[in-house]
């Protein structure tokens, strides 16, 4: 992606490759990884029944624990975006480099705590007799890897915002290749390696990691690249130390937000039976693979606009996050025909149980009611961060996300689940309520972005 002239006419045919340019490499990037994240889980139920309910008790202990990292790996990816857009390379290496050696002190803190005080996190998010033991051994390993994601997180953000997605998706796709093959050698115990059963599951994604981040530090150091990671510390401006604290710290409110709310959202879900929560796991698993691709759509939103801005083409921003929902609602539409007529299909490759292949099918059509909204809050607040306007996005999280879809979940789960049994509210609750959230966030940020205020942002 190249900076363009101010004076640059730009129709919506020129303004669409753009987009496509950036989106299509991280679409499918995140379409792959989806695809080979539901292949892990279905590997990891050969050690147990209920493997897959404790893999996934520690999904959101462990994003929790990333909330400052990808906090900051937001602020990043505005940062760069904007100054690739004034045509500002030490800029945008400043950011990088200052970004990295945060992440550095960040990634270790993390894994310390994950790993120490591994039980009493699984316990807090619900774990019972059935996955506890299991979750914690997973979550213990899986920490010892965070530096490393940690690290690839960052410097991905960085690639993404000057508009090199393909790099990230060849990046990504490799270390997950890697995660899925080690996962048979570690898991079962095949060529020759220990079968180590849920920690050879976390091994393997430890490893993974690994590979990406390797790639990541190999690309990012080069001396053709835009990009060019500083050996050395040096100093950073005023400038990079500020906007880059104006955007992360926004987007930790929005991060804490968002785990807090996904966090009591599946302790509730816990607190019913490990059925459901394996039936919210595989659908959730599943249904991935839209966020994903609405991601990569999201990714060219944030950084087509963060170019716009640093160019002062307010018009072009606003082009550029038009023309991204109307991509996303495409998207949209192939999904919902897609998870429709292979819903029961799709749960039968996780479970051979009747009571949760139904529950799941009913969920998933709950879910296809809400992909359209969930891909049009992931686009306008992907281009709302890379303008920086993180602090409206923090704000429609917490209201939406910490307050009213765990009270929904609630409601549907408990009270209405025990006068209703035959409803399946157990199976299909968390999911009605993640459309409601799906719809309330996504009116809020299509004014938002409606209004134009994102645009006069400075950073």
Request: glycine share 8%; net charge positive.
């Amino acid at each position: 992606m190249q900076a363009a002239a101010n004076n640059t006419v730009y129709t919506d045919g020129l303004m669409r490759r753009d987009a496509l340019a950036i989106a299509w490499p991280a679409a499918l990037e995140g379409a792959l990884l989806s695809i080979i994240g539901t292949v892990d889980t279905i590997m990891v139920k050969q050690v147990h029944e209920y493997a897959i309910a404790s893999v996934n008790l520690t999904s959101q202990p462990r994003m929790i624990l990333l909330i400052l990292a990808q906090a900051l790996c937001v602020g990043t990816t505005a940062l760069v975006s904007r100054r690739r857009g004034e045509d500002d390379r030490q800029g945008a290496n400043d950011a990088l480099s200052l970004s990295m050696l945060l992440i550095t002190c960040m990634g270790i803190f993390i894994a310390l705590t994950g790993f120490f005080l591994a039980k009493p996190i699984i316990r807090l998010a619900g774990g019972d007799q059935d996955t506890t033991a299991m979750a914690v051994d997973y979550l213990r390993v899986v920490a010892l890897g965070l530096p490393f994601n940690c690290w690839n997180l960052c410097m991905c953000a960085a690639l993404r915002a000057t508009g090199n997605t393909r790099v990230t998706m060849v990046t990504n796709m490799s270390a997950n290749i890697v995660n899925v093959i080690m996962n048979y050698c570690l898991i079962g115990g095949h060529f020759g390696f220990p079968a180590l059963k849920v920690k050879g599951a976390a091994l393997a994604t430890d490893i993974g990691s690994m590979v990406a981040c390797m790639i990541s530090l190999y690309v990012i150091t080069r001396k053709s690249g835009y990009l060019k990671l500083r050996p050395r510390f040096r100093g950073f401006d005023k400038r990079t130390i500020v906007g880059l604290l104006k955007v992360g710290s926004s987007s930790i409110a929005e991060s804490a937000a968002l785990r807090i709310g996904f966090f009591m959202n599946n302790r509730l879900i816990a607190g019913i039976n490990a059925d459901a929560l394996t039936s919210n796991t595989i659908v959730g698993q599943v249904t991935s693979l839209s966020f994903c691709l609405g991601d990569g759509v999201a990714t060219a939103g944030a950084t087509l606009t963060g170019v716009s801005l640093g160019e002062k083409r307010k018009d072009r921003a606003r082009g550029y996050a038009r023309i991204c929902s109307q991509m996303g609602l495409i998207i949209s539409c192939v999904l919902i025909a897609l998870f429709f007529f292979l819903r029961k299909d799709l749960a039968r490759l996780f479970t051979d149980k009747d009571v949760v292949i139904t529950g799941a099918s009913m969920a998933f059509i709950v879910v296809l009611t809400g992909i359209i909204p969930q891909n049009g809050r992931v686009i306008y607040s992907g281009c709302l961060r890379g303008a920086g306007d993180v602090k409206f996005v923090a704000l429609c999280s917490l209201i939406s996300v910490t307050i009213l879809r765990p009270l929904l979940t609630w409601l549907l789960c408990y009270p209405l689940n025990k006068a209703f049994p035959r409803f399946y509210f157990a199976y299909t609750g968390p999911w009605i309520a993640f459309v409601i959230d799906a719809y309330v966030r996504t009116i809020l940020m299509y004014r938002r972005v409606r209004a134009g205020k994102y645009l006069d942002i400075k950073l």
